[in-house]
Structures are given as C-alpha cells and as structure tokens.
C-alpha cells in the first residue's frame, strides 16, 4: 500500500519496485547512474528515509509540547541595565532574535529553538539577555559549552556582564576536584548561584539545580537530538521541564537544519555588528613560508599587532597534534628571536590553556601558536593575522571558524592559508570558497555542496 499522498508519490518508483531494483538491478541497468545516487530507486528510498526522520522529529516535538515550563513573562530590569552598561547597541537582527526567544520563554511549553549566526554576530549577548529574563524572575539558568577553553571564556563574559548586576555566576568543569568542586555543588544546589557555565560536567548526576528554568548549549559539532533531550530531562524539576537554546559555532545550511534539528524552531542573526573589517583571505604554497614569517614580524613589530599560527594535523590525535604544535613553536621561536611565542594545545592542563591565552589577550605575547583548541570562542581584537597549516586537512566551517578569531577589531585583517603541494581539485575548489567569500552562510552551503549532507550531519 502507499503511504505518500499522490502529489509526493506521482511519477516516483512504489517502494517495493525501487527495494527489487537496487537488490537485483535488471542488466539494463547503467551503473553510473547508481554511482552518482540519482536513481529513481534511490531517490525513493532517500524520500522513505527523510520522511521517515522527519516524522520521529515532529513526534518528538509534539510530545515535548504536552510538557511544561515555567512561563517567564516580561520582566526587563535587568535586561534594560545590562543594555544601557554595553559600549555598542545590538544589532537589529539581534533586537529581533531576543524577541522571538522572549515570546516563546513567556509561553507554558517548554521553548526549543536553535540560533544560528555567523562567527562574531553575538550570539552571547543573545543568550546573556535570555538568561535575565529567566533570573528577573528568580530561576537558574545552565549554559553548556563543548570545551573548557570556550566555557572558561563565557564565565569569563558572563561575569563582566553580571557582576554588575548583582547576578553570581558558577564555573563547573570535569577538571575541577575535591573541595572546589564540592563547594560550587553547593552554591548551585542552594541557589546562590543564578548561572551556571560549563563543560558536560554540568549534568552529570551529582550537580543538583535549584529551579532550572533554561538550558543554553553552545555547540562547536552537532548534539543529538538524544543528548538534548537528556538535558532536558536534567533540569526536570517540579513538574517543569526548562526551555531549551541551542546555538550554532556556524552557519548550517537551510535544507539541512529543516533535517538535522526539525525538532527546533529556528532563528537567524543575520548581520554582523557595526566596524568588523572582512578578513583578506590567501592561500600561499609552504615552500614561501620564510616570506610568510616575515610577514609575522612586520604584523608584530612594525604595525603593533599580534597574530595565530595554527598547525592541524589529519590524524585525530590530541597528541600528535599537540607535538606538532610543539615542533612548530621551537622552530618560531628560533625564527623569530625578537618576539615572544606562545603555545597551546589541547593536552595542556586547563589552567595552562588559561594562562597563555590570558597572557595573548593581554598584548604580553605577539604570537600564538595553537592548534584548533582556539577554533571557538576566542576574543583578541588586536589579533589582526592568522596563519593556518595545512588548511586542505580541514573543513570549510572550521576554516571559517578560525578565520574568525582574527577581524574583530577595526583594523584591516589577515588570514593566510599555507598549504602543502601539489594541492587536490576539491581543495583548490574548497579554498577558493574561502578566498571569495567571509559569510558563513555561503560557506556553508558550498560545503554541503562539495561534501554531501553525511559528513556535515556528522552520520
């Protein structure tokens, strides 16, 4: 029997025509229209799949609907304080995204819904509004980061932002032990303390909450939707389940966030704050890497700035990384003799990453070598160049990612992509993408485009 209404299935193959085709393809058969999965057998499976995901995402969706939350109504003191304390004004897109979060916060359903936006369009300061307006009215909220280096940085915001305000915010990572850890268990579990940021650490069973109103994931790869709705069962409390926001490290292509989270609704910060330079983008052969350290000691020295150098590796290792990191700092080091050269990788304890990145933030050290632990989330308006080894080894988002942490302040900004010979067609064609383009949302879409949904859907 078929299940798809006549104007879906009309002119497609029934299900068990497209089963028999692809399990006993007839000799007529071209097998290179299987190859580039165009078949008509194929793209009826592709549909049964698709609808088939969908439908378990409206499922979930309309059950979470029959839950409920605490409805947090207008309440802008705080909120109001906070704006008028801030150097700049929000962006429109901003102003509009905050409204939609306070409609669905206000509502007695849990709010599920996802802000995407590109690098440096203030998805924080989306967040840190959301957040009053579940602490005006005396509730906690939770905010969840994919690394400890990017959930120090928003304690580190948030508390600026806060403290003046009256508002304690807690730090809970999985590297904290014994009698701190104990301590700020405590200052949740008790409420004195209103936010809460952290690594996963934060909903592990031990971490009690004290009228958990909204949950906030910042996430650097794509949750889930199991994980989520873990989440979301922590913080059921009373009877309520909290409203729920998530937000993307990059832009995520339309058609595939109708896939990934159809279970979320969907809002867009789509311009970027006033005086953001667009960063240059070049791809230069490593056999001119002299001229590109030359490059850093003229940004350094003569023009005053400071710069990233970043070493990837294909292997997914933390340490080979981390070695090569190493390697590549003694070579600068050596290179560079009248500048001072940081390093960080992720096999670093948490409170060196800490140090060296607080010591660059300061201007005390000129360059950084790092490897892609600074992909999110780190803020150093005088960086103004970056250096990325091996860019054919790395996704067109987390390039991008990157390419972020430089052009965040006025002045005209660099990122140079140093890349070894002799370069793939799909690498030159991926680099390129950057070249011509520095908005997320393009970038995204050439990506989906090069890679196919698989590898961005992370299945």
């Not at 031990?206 to 949950?215: E, Y």
């Not at 201007?363 to 989330?377: F, P, S, Y």
């Amino acid at each position: 029997e078929e299940l798809l209404p006549p104007e879906l299935s009309q002119g497609m193959m029934t299900l068990p025509e497209a089963l028999r085709t692809l399990h006993r393809p007839p000799p007529t058969l071209q097998l290179s229209d299987l190859e580039t999965g165009q078949h008509p057998a194929q793209r009826r499976l592709i549909l049964e799949e698709l609808l088939a995901h969908n439908l378990s995402m409206l499922a979930l969706r309309a059950g979470a609907q029959r839950f409920h939350a605490q409805p947090l109504s207008a309440n802008d003191a705080l909120k109001n304080k906070l704006l008028a304390a801030l150097p700049f004004k929000p962006t429109g897109a901003q102003a509009r995204v905050v409204a939609e979060i306070e409609r669905d916060m206000a509502l007695d359903a849990p709010m599920m819904r996802l802000v995407q936006g590109d690098v440096g369009s203030g998805k924080t300061l989306v967040a840190a509004i959301a957040a009053l307006r579940a602490i005006a009215h005396g509730k906690q909220v939770a905010l969840m980061a994919p690394t400890e280096l990017l959930a120090e940085q928003h304690a580190n915001n948030f508390r600026n932002w806060f403290a003046p305000l009256g508002i304690e915010v807690g730090w809970l990572a999985g590297k904290q032990k014994g009698k701190a850890r104990l301590a700020q268990q405590e200052a949740i579990a008790s409420g004195q303390v209103q936010m809460i940021v952290g690594t996963h650490a934060i909903f592990q069973e031990q971490v009690q909450f004290n009228g958990l109103a909204l949950v906030i994931i910042d996430e650097q790869h794509r949750f889930g939707v199991h994980q989520r709705l873990a989440l979301w069962e922590k913080g059921q409390q009373q009877g309520f389940h909290p409203h729920q926001l998530i937000m993307t490290a990059t832009p995520i292509p339309r058609t595939l966030a109708m896939t990934a989270y159809a279970d979320l609704d969907t809002s867009v910060i789509d311009e970027l704050p006033p005086g953001r330079t667009p960063v240059t983008t070049v791809a230069i052969p490593d056999t001119r890497r002299n001229d590109i350290i030359d490059r850093v000691r003229h940004a350094c020295m003569t023009e005053g700035r400071q710069a990233y150098w970043v070493c990837t590796l294909i292997e997914e290792s933390e340490l080979l990384e981390a070695q090569a990191a190493e390697a590549t700092w003694e070579e600068l080091k050596l290179a560079l003799p009248e500048l001072n050269v940081g390093l960080v990788h992720g096999r670093m304890k948490p409170a060196e990453k800490q140090a060296v990145m607080a010591s660059f933030k300061q201007g005390e050290l000129h360059l950084l070598v790092a490897t892609t632990v600074i992909e999110v989330g780190v803020d150093v308006p005088n960086a103004s160049l970056m250096i990325i080894e091996n860019p054919e080894r790395l996704g067109l988002a987390q390039l991008h990612q990157l390419r972020g942490r430089v052009g965040r302040g006025a002045v005209a900004s660099h990122c140079v992509l140093l890349y070894k010979t002799p370069l793939s067609k799909t690498a030159q064609i991926r680099l390129q993408v950057l070249r011509d383009s520095n908005d997320g949302f393009v970038i995204a879409q050439k990506d989906l485009e090069i890679r196919g949904p698989g590898e961005l859907l992370g299945t």
